[in-house]
């Protein structure tokens, strides 16, 4: 403890920029990577990623020509790597939502400069997950009509007593109104970089892109009203999305996946994975781009607070899972619950505890909270454990259920590493591409909380 | 600015209010004594229910308090001490829960837990395998220990705000203070939740067990902390203790708000209990739910649903609503029903199998507790102020605009 | 700030701030020469709080043809131009219900009516499987009506207007603050610049909007 007296200004919220920056200053700072030629190291990162697309891409096409007996997936373990890839991507992308919609509603300012990234973060990673179901399919264009209900030569409807079919709902809502919500935000954004063009091409896709948007206050007046009822809806999808994965494995009686706490056990988690990503790429971008003045070390303190809140949250389901299943007396519930932590998969469960509870511990530090090169290894950690954590649901639930006849183990093949290494490549891919292109912090929400507070204080 | 945050250290003249708090605590305390001589089942069944609505209210404001400050948050600091003044009342909840420990410790007069009972254990290899956990020594000490806990966070964040209501030096590094213990509270907090809806609440039915239960005692206990929280700010606001002009739509927008919010989030976390259970059918957990939907209590499953989820979501739709005094203080009195529909709903079907049943037994420690609790309040706004006068943040939390 | 080389009103390259003319017309560049024609008139302030106050003059001269434009939402400017409180969430969330509503006969009629199949012991209305859907179709068909509607009400997918033919729009996305008088106002005279200067504005403009837009795209 420092002897410093305690000041007004240390109990309020940090400054969203440097004291004296101005609406130009975050002009041209946003604008700059959409305006030059890409760096070296955009190059370097964007090929790197191309590659590990191109290895989804070639592991996509040996399971469609082949089909997914290319996969470790056998009976009595039915779902690999495939639905584990699916919950951990849909889970990354919880972040960006709660981010665009929680924090707006909670009036957290500080948002403002990493909501972007982690919208589209958000779409990018709903678009890895959609890859996999689609693919476990095997022959996706014959899938349809058993996912979407529309009247069929079968003359049959879709199974909506099926959480999987919830998730065909749930997981394209999601996709769709992050989207949607995305763009919203981006059109005031996009209306900026149109009139900072000087190439008539660039100035042409910008201008269609955001609709002739012109700053009119009778405009804003509606924009501002439909981003808060966005906002307002987007909070119970997010929520919702997640509860109906768990929904997936709780609503069968599998020992292990059977248990009411599924739903906010997987949004708590998979906000703790999203928020682990979200900080390892806002880390390398703001440093790519020098915008470390925008998105500062105090932005990534506090989402490193949320990260330790929600890493004890997931504890606590992890420690009510196990004392619930030996409260309960059940048979099959306190085994599947000691094969967990003592049988062959002991090495998958000790990781997830290890990666998801105790690394993030660490965080009770303000050191690791603020210095980016100490929370990287703890947020590339924490993504790690939270794919275990889907691992060990599904396979460990899987692999032992009621009769020992029937215990089998699971080995994933190369295909199953090439999809889950490539997914990365899709998305990094994405990324990539979107801070080349698109303005990457929300600037006219940036100038509207600097600015304000600016006017604000004039007018006292 | 500062002339209209003066006007806030008016006192509350609850004379009034007092008196008739202390007729209706007499009463209770009354009709509480034959309920016990003529019925100690019935009794402790009345009191647990009643004590459990009323630490909602004391620990929901508390961990109202706490969530303040762990965020760091400004808007809240004009309606805090509102919510300090539940927490204050902890002690109080505390003396409360000693006929609870009596319901244990003499579980052969009472009946209130299942699992105390030898001859309901004996036999069954399920809770004689609980009983590591589930005896009167282990739940007893629990008990003691939450209750201690919570009794020293609530006096150590109501005690640090009204000092700085002198507007002293070191008031900066008592908002720091509190801001430092605040996560330690609530990691305590969130064990001892669920592990006071698991005793008091889950064991009733011992064979019964669900994962979310504890999550599910946090909703009702929040919601509850609002509705209360809100009620008191709509009441003094109406008095004039608290100034129309400090205390604003703005701050009444963000308090609708959170009680909007977790109206829907408890309706989200009833629903996932029950249709995960519906849709799973096994005979150990369904038959917590198939219980209530027996007789009357089918009535009273589908009103819970009602009561707390729908007209609150309905009724704090619009903007408008949420920033309305009036229209806050029904949907509060509405979310205060709800609760206690809630714990009725949990607990006393555990006892009247066949349908619900309400008369005075039930209604005796409901109004003994009710009236001790409002007797209390108004004493401690006639003694302090109704706002966190000495806050280092109050200024700019009367400049909170939406 | 930065000004445009070539002014408001005048004819000529509004889109190129260079300057330069290029010798050949490429993409962007008009070939024909438009008529333009004053649309009203154009005042910028570069404090939002400048700008309130001179909305709040304006509204109380009984303008109706008249707008702001900002970069970024001012606080308090609703009030000071007189604007109503938005209808966009009504209509939004009425739209949510109704996809709600369409959502539970849809799988009510297929489940249970259409063809009935038993699956897993379930009832054939068994409404907790249906609920998960029914929430989903009200935030999608909420999403969808706040996208249209505020499509509508923002008036946007215009990509013509007066702001952009005058090249204040740069200055606007940037940080400047404009309030426009239209000249469709009944109250709008030749004078009407008159009321922007009282209010302290220092920089006002005529409006000119392009009539015949000869532009390549």
Excluded at chain 2, 328 to 348: E, H, K, P, R, T
Aim: aromatic residues 14%; charged residues 15%.
């Amino acid at each position: 403890m420092s002897a410093r007296p305690v000041t007004t200004e240390d109990l309020l919220p940090f400054p969203l920029v440097p004291e004296g920056t101005t609406a130009k200053d975050i002009d041209d700072a946003v604008s700059l990577p959409m305006e030059s030629f890409p760096t070296r190291r955009w190059w370097i990162a964007f090929s790197f990623s191309l590659g590990l697309l191109l290895i989804f891409s070639v592991n996509v096409t040996i399971t469609v020509s082949q089909g997914i007996g290319t996969w470790g997936v056998n009976n009595p373990v039915g779902w690999g790597f495939a639905i584990v890839n699916l919950v951990f991507w849909i889970g990354i992308g919880h972040a960006g939502t709660l981010i665009s919609a929680i924090l707006f509603l909670f009036r957290q300012h500080w948002r403002t400069a990493i909501a972007r990234f982690a919208e589209a973060m958000t779409l990018f990673a709903v678009l890895c997950a959609v890859q996999f179901p689609v693919l476990h399919t095997g022959r996706p264009w014959l899938a349809i009509y058993w996912m979407v209900p529309y009247p069929n030569h079968n003359n049959l409807w879709t199974n909506f007593r099926s959480p999987l079919e919830w998730d065909v709902f749930a997981i394209s809502t999601y996709g769709t109104v992050s989207f949607l919500f995305w763009f919203l935000g981006l059109i005031p954004d996009l209306a900026l970089a149109r009139d900072r063009a000087k190439h008539p091409l660039r100035k042409f896709i910008y201008g269609l892109l955001s609709l002739g948007w012109n700053g009119s206050n009778r405009a804003w007046s509606h924009y501002e009203r439909a981003y808060g009822l966005f906002a307002a809806i987007a909070t119970p999808l997010v929520l919702s999305v997640h509860s109906v994965i768990s929904f997936d494995f709780a609503a069968s009686i599998v020992p292990g996946w059977h248990t009411t706490i599924f739903p906010p056990y997987f949004v708590a988690g998979a906000i703790l994975s999203g928020f682990a990503m979200v900080t390892l790429v806002v880390v390398l971008l703001r440093k790519m781009f020098n915008l470390q003045h925008l998105v500062t070390e105090s932005h990534l303190e506090v989402m490193n607070k949320i990260m330790l809140a929600t890493a004890l949250m997931v504890g606590y389901a992890y420690a009510s899972e196990f004392f619930v299943a030996w409260y309960s007396g059940v048979l099959y519930e306190k085994y599947v619950f000691l094969n967990r932590a003592m049988g062959p998969y002991a090495w998958g469960y000790w990781s997830m505890v290890t990666c998801n509870v105790f690394v993030p511990q660490l965080l009770w530090f303000k050191k690791f909270r603020r210095n980016p090169w100490l929370m990287v290894p703890i947020v590339i950690l924490v993504n790690v454990g939270m794919w275990f954590e889907r691992f060990v649901i599904i396979v460990t639930s899987l692999h032992r259920d009621y009769l020992p006849a029937a215990w089998g183990m699971y080995h994933p093949t190369w295909v199953d590493a090439g999809l889950l290494v490539g997914s990365f490549g899709l998305f990094f891919t994405l990324v990539l591409l979107f801070v080349r292109f698109l303005p990457t912090i929300a600037v006219s929400e940036l100038k509207g909380a600097v600015l304000q507070k600016h006017a604000g204080a004039h007018h006292e | 600015m500062s002339g209209s945050i003066n006007t806030a250290s008016k006192r509350l003249d609850g004379a009034k209010l007092s008196t008739n708090a202390a007729i209706v605590a007499a009463i209770g305390l009354l009709l509480s004594a034959l309920g016990l001589t003529m019925d100690p089942q019935r009794f402790s069944y009345a009191w647990l229910w009643a004590y459990l609505f009323f630490w909602s209210a004391a620990l929901g404001g508390l961990f109202f308090v706490a969530l303040q400050h762990l965020t760091g948050s400004i808007w809240s600091v004009v309606i805090r001490r509102v919510a300090e003044s539940f927490a204050a009342q902890m002690w109080v909840v505390a003396l409360f829960a000693v006929p609870i420990l009596a319901f244990a410790w003499f579980g052969d007069s009472f009946h209130l837990f299942p699992w105390l009972d030898v001859h309901h254990v004996e036999g069954d290899e399920v809770l004689a395998g609980k009983q590591p956990y589930l005896n009167v020594v282990f739940l007893s000490l629990r008990i003691v220990v939450f209750m201690g806990v919570w009794v020293l966070a609530s006096h150590f964040f109501v005690t640090r705000s009204l000092a700085q209501d002198a507007k002293g030096a070191g008031r900066n590094e008592g908002t720091k203070k509190m801001r430092s213990w605040a996560p330690a509270f609530m990691l305590f907090f969130g064990l001892s939740v669920t592990f006071t809806g698991f005793d008091l609440m889950m064991s009733l039915d011992p064979h019964w067990f669900s994962t979310i239960f504890g999550v599910y005692t946090f909703a009702g206990v929040f919601v509850t902390g609002l509705a209360v929280i809100i009620l008191g700010v709509v009441f003094l606001r109406s008095r004039g203790v608290l100034d129309a002009d400090v205390v604003r739509p703005d701050h009444l927008h963000s308090l609708g708000g959170l009680l909007f919010a977790f109206s829907c989030f408890w309706a989200y976390i009833a629903f996932s209990q029950y249709m995960l259970i519906w849709y799973g059918h096994l005979p150990e957990e369904t038959s917590w739910y198939t219980d209530r939907f027996v007789g009357g209590w089918g009535t009273v499953s589908g009103a819970l649903a009602i009561v707390r989820w729908v007209i609150p979501f309905f009724l704090l739709l619009s903007r408008k609503a949420k920033t309305s005094p009036r229209r806050l203080a029904l949907v509060s009195v509405i979310a205060i029903f709800g609760q206690l529909l809630d714990l009725y709903w949990v607990i006393m079907p555990q006892l009247h199998t066949n349908g619900p049943v309400l008369s005075w037994p039930e209604l005796g420690p409901l109004l003994a507790m009710g009236g001790i609790l409002v007797w209390l309040l108004t004493r401690f706004f006639a003694r302090h102020p109704a706002m966190a006068v000495g806050d280092p943040l109050l200024t700019q939390s009367v400049e909170y605009r939406l | 700030m930065n000004k445009p080389i070539v002014e408001a009103g005048t004819v000529g390259l509004v889109d190129d701030l260079s300057g330069t003319i290029p010798s050949k017309p490429k993409l962007g560049d008009k070939l024909l020469e438009g008529k333009q024609e004053k649309v009203g008139v154009v005042g910028l302030f570069d404090d939002p709080h400048a700008l309130v106050k001179a909305a709040e003059k304006v509204r109380d001269a009984g303008w109706k043809q008249w707008d702001c434009h900002t970069p970024f939402p001012v606080h308090g400017l609703d009030a000071a131009m007189g604007l109503g409180w938005s209808k966009l969430p009504t209509i939004a969330l009425s739209l949510g219900f109704t996809g709600a509503a369409l959502a539970l006969l849809m799988q009510y009629w297929m489940s249970a009516v259409s063809y009935p199949v038993h699956i897993g012991g379930k009832p054939l209305f068994s409404w907790p499987a249906f609920v998960p859907i029914t929430f989903e179709m009200f935030v999608l068909f909420t999403a969808a009506g706040t996208v249209l509607t505020g499509l509508w009400m923002c008036k946007l997918g215009r990509w013509h207007s007066p702001l952009h033919d005058s090249g204040v729009m740069a200055e606007v996305s940037s940080s400047r603050f404009a309030l426009v008088l239209s000249a469709k106002d009944e109250l709008w005279s030749d004078g009407a610049r008159s009321l922007l200067d009282e209010a302290g504005c220092t920089d006002v403009r005529d409006l000119f909007e392009d009539v015949d837009d000869g532009r390549i795209l």
